[in-house]
């Protein structure tokens, strides 16, 4: 015989009982239980288990949790398989060095997608190639597939189009940029950073051909504006900082380097450790390494702040696998569809951007810039005299070594 409880349950009271502890979880659900149970009175947690199906142990861990007022924590995450990347703490950051020289931007800037060259299959082949890992240890090609996913990266569709325009050097100048680039990354005295400018951005009431949740309503024609500004961006891809600058002036030489040179001034304090810095970028009209003026500048910045300098520049029309492209994606992205009619409000919105969980810092540079500066050949010369090129890729790869001050 079983003991008598002091509240009968009826069929009723039990659906409802039934009902409502599936709907809980965890904590709440085995308190809500051992509160029932002690409602039945004696012999409650016998009738549960014969009326209700619930669990005596579930019951008595509910009772403890009453008692002192603590829930306990669940351990659910100790259960099931564990990630790959559990066992293998280095997996991703492999991945990640492996796809990352081989990825690009959307070129439209309408998405924040990656999309590398490289399979599932060719990621674990290169990470036994060239990590040292074996068959046994790593996941299957799908594993790999979802985590190249899971870290932003997917294969883009080839369509038949007009081909991407090639020079002869362009495989040479990617496989100097991507070993460049990986000595840079594992020397602990190297900084690498990636700079570009965006298109300039028309301020006024201008329909940029996004979406917005808000009726939003621009003006029927794109009308000359008085006032445009140039974002210019410096990324620091390690740290994944953003840092962006709004030019209000025409992008010069001399602008490019005095942002490099205000951005230095207001990180050395955090770097004082480093002793090289490699500047990714493209070879753009007013910072390629035949820009006398820039270079000129850029030899005198090596100077002044006692680093050597490493100029790797990505091949003509690939500039979208330069890593500040992304950074780009994730604005044109934040902005989609919004009017930016005023400065304060182009701003505003590059302020509010999130990028790898940090805002970047942004700075409006309002200099006026004078066009057309360049050197005499004579002075040219002078400059080449101060720096390193590499020999077949002399426009591509520019070292520069800091002179004594």
């Known amino acids: 015989m079983y003991p008598k409880s002091i509240i009968q349950l009826t069929a009723h009271l039990k659906s409802l009982y039934i009902k409502t502890a599936k709907k809980l979880k965890g904590s709440d659900r085995r308190q809500f ?8 009175g004696i012999g409650g947690q016998t009738v549960a288990e014969r009326e209700l199906g619930w669990n005596r142990r579930t019951i008595r861990k509910g009772m403890q949790e009453l008692e002192s007022g603590q ?3 669940d351990g659910f995450r100790r259960s099931g398989r564990k990630r790959a990347e559990a066992k293998l703490s280095n997996l991703l950051r492999d991945i990640k060095s492996l796809v990352d020289p081989q990825s690009q931007t959307d070129p439209s800037f309408k998405s924040i997608r990656l999309y590398t060259r490289m399979t599932a299959s060719e990621v674990r082949r290169q ?7 074996t068959e046994e ?7 790999i597939r979802r985590k ?16 991407i325009k090639k020079i002869p050097e362009t495989e040479a100048i990617f496989e100097q940029v991507e070993q460049i680039n990986s000595e840079a990354d594992n020397d602990p005295h190297t900084l690498r950073i990636s700079i570009d400018a965006k298109v300039a951005v028309k301020i006024g009431e201008f329909d940029r051909g996004g979406k917005n949740r808000m009726p939003t309503i621009s003006v029927d024609h794109d009308f000359p504006t008085e006032i445009t500004l140039i974002p210019y961006g410096i990324f620091i891809p390690e740290y994944n900082e953003l840092f962006l600058f709004f030019v209000s002036s025409k992008l010069t030489a001399d602008c490019i380097v005095d942002l490099l040179e205000s951005w230095w001034q207001t990180v050395k304090h955090r770097f004082a450790h480093i002793q090289k810095l490699v500047i990714n970028q493209d070879n753009g009209p007013e910072n390629n390494s035949r820009r006398t003026q820039f270079m000129k500048r850029i030899v005198d910045f090596g100077t002044s ?23 780009f994606g994730w604005l044109e992205q934040h902005w989609n569809g919004s009017l930016l009619d005023t400065v304060e409000t182009v701003l505003n919105f590059a302020q ?3 990028f790898k969980g940090k805002n970047p810092v942004v700075t409006l540079v309002e200099t006026v810039y004078s066009t057309g500066v360049k050197l005499t050949t004579s002075a040219m010369a002078e400059i080449e005299t101060q720096i390193h090129r590499l020999p077949n890729l002399r426009k591509w790869f520019v070292e520069i070594f800091a002179k004594p001050t």
């Open 71 to 73: 829930p306990f924590i």
């Open 305 to 327: 702040s006692q680093l050597t300098l490493q100029l790797a520049y990505y091949p003509p029309y690939h500039s979208k696998y330069n890593p500040i492209e992304r950074c």
């Open 148 to 163: 190249l996913n899971d870290l932003g990266y997917t294969l883009k569709r080839v369509l038949k189009t007009k081909p």
């Open 352 to 354: 509010t951007l999130t």
């Open 33 to 40: 239980m051992a509160e029932v149970v002690k409602g039945l």
């Open 127 to 133: 990470l036994i190639e060239q990590f040292g890992y």
């Open 137 to 143: 240890e790593l996941p299957s090609s799908e594993t």
